[in-house]
């Protein structure tokens, strides 16, 4: 496929860091793919940065109308094994007219409300 755009490698850092950035979040490589969860549990899909398969995340969105926007994003699906049932969206980062970084951190910060305990939202929001 070649390497990905440097835009969207950009904006993929900048999710992967913000995403980094949530008390109690860590990163793992499960299928050699780069995901961040809390608790055990994935709140960001990052997939993978080589080239091999298009940039692309994947976050869930309980929010009816956050969900329904992110899907309105150009290449935008429900995620694959089921998971789309429950909410989950996968948003290509390289497509033409991609939602922007900051847009992208948001719908992140809803996955990760989502899936983390209520101490660790308490401490998202005193922070």
Not at 68 to 88: E, F, I
Request: with cysteine.
């Amino acid at each position: 496929m070649g390497a990905p755009p440097k835009a969207a490698l950009a904006k993929r850092e900048k999710v992967r860091a913000f995403a980094l950035g949530l008390p109690g979040a860590v990163e793992e490589y499960p299928w050699g793919e780069t995901v961040v969860k809390v608790n055990k549990k994935i709140f960001v899909f990052l997939g993978v940065g080589d080239g091999s398969y298009p940039l692309g995340m994947g976050v869930k969105l309980t929010d009816e109308a956050t969900h329904a926007h992110a899907l309105t994003s150009p290449g935008a699906q429900p995620s694959g094994y089921g998971l789309g049932k429950s909410g989950w969206v996968q948003v290509p980062l390289a497509e033409k007219g991609a939602p922007r970084a900051d847009l992208l951190c948001e719908w992140v910060e809803e996955s990760y409300r989502a899936i983390a305990t209520k101490k660790l939202i308490a401490e998202l929001d005193a922070g």
